[in-house]
């Protein structure tokens, strides 16, 4: 067992996790993992491969890909070289004259072109002058003769008797809108299939997730978060002590796996989630709900206005 190996499978066994977690894990075949773990590099299928490999192997088990492949090139085949081939083109005169000659025709056309565009704006800038102008003169005088005559002003004493027999209006305050307090509704367990529970969320934009370690004193395990699914993104991927516990708030599904269900307990949207304390690695997968994803898509529709006694408008 080569250097390179013994350092993976020793990652890969204080997690917890067996050949056929990482392969999960990584998409790697589990003869391809063994032959990394052996320094049989001969079974992978190329050099490429080799680094692809080793890199993705090395993440999943939570060390530094570039320093794991830094400190090891050493043990990894080098890349074959592509062969060069060299192409000579001899220049073509006739080529190279008809090239020359579309150049200056085009040149000139160009030039010609462009003298004539600048041509037809003078035109019709000064054609387009004087039609404005009589425009002008039209629209004031139609102007002029609607205009009204002033109107009489009204005795000052005729609008203090209508102020004295008016009643004021009534002022309406429209009632507070008190929001709605959405209600998350817990998540459902659909299916599970070898040692993954499948479960279904409610509708939510952001869903909190609680993970608290529950061993005994001095006792550590590995935990892992991804976005979407197994193949996601890690949002989380550490050792959780006894005590201690992490919280995340997360939109969209995700996937959850330890390495010791016994040790560890997990929460999503106040609900607790049974684990069957296992003392083998154990998987979650939190897909969203088909309502969610409808509700997610109408949030972006055009917002209603509405308007109030006093005549004002609030979205």
Do not use: C
Not at 18 to 34: A, G, N, P
Not at 51 to 70: P, Q, T
Not at 94 to 115: E, I, N, P
Not at 274 to 289: A, I, L, R, W
């Amino acid at each position: 067992m080569s250097d390179l190996g013994a350092l993976l499978k020793k990652a890969r066994e204080q997690r917890g996790l067996s050949l056929d977690d990482v392969q999960d894990l990584t998409k790697i075949r589990t003869r391809y993992l063994e032959a990394i773990e052996e320094g049989n590099h001969s079974v992978l299928p190329g050099s490429f491969y080799v680094r692809a490999f080793v890199k993705n192997y090395a993440e999943n088990v939570g060390l530094d890909a570039d320093e794991v492949l830094r400190l090891y090139q050493h043990e990894m085949p080098a890349p074959a070289p592509e062969p060069v081939v060299e192409t000579v083109q001899r220049p073509r005169r006739s080529q190279v004259h008809a090239t020359d000659r579309w150049s200056r025709w085009g040149f000139r056309t160009l030039m010609w072109s462009f003298l004539i565009l600048i041509v037809v704006i003078v035109y019709v800038f000064y054609i387009s002058k004087p039609a404005d102008n009589v425009d002008t003169a039209d629209d004031q005088t139609k102007m002029t003769e609607n205009a009204e005559p002033p109107k009489a002003e009204e005795p000052a004493n005729q609008g203090t008797t209508n102020g004295q027999n008016a009643t004021p209006a009534e002022t309406v305050t429209p009632d507070p809108v008190v929001p709605e307090t959405p209600t998350i509704s817990a998540p459902v367990l659909e299916k599970t299939s070898g040692s993954t529970d499948y479960y279904t969320l409610g509708a939510a934009e952001k869903h909190t997730v609680e993970i608290k370690s529950v061993g005994d004193a001095g006792a550590t395990t590995w935990l892992g978060v991804r976005a979407k699914d197994k193949s996601g993104k890690y949002l989380l991927n550490m050792n959780l002590d006894t005590g201690k516990s992490e919280t995340l708030e997360i939109a969209g599904p995700f996937y959850i796996t330890f390495a010791k269900a016994h040790l560890i307990e997990v929460t999503v949207d106040g609900t607790p989630i049974p684990d069957g304390d296992k003392t083998k690695t154990h998987k979650f997968q939190f897909n969203e709900s088909e309502n969610a994803a409808g509700n997610s898509a109408a949030g972006t529709g055009t917002t209603e206005t509405q308007t109030d006694a006093t005549g004002t408008s609030t979205p």
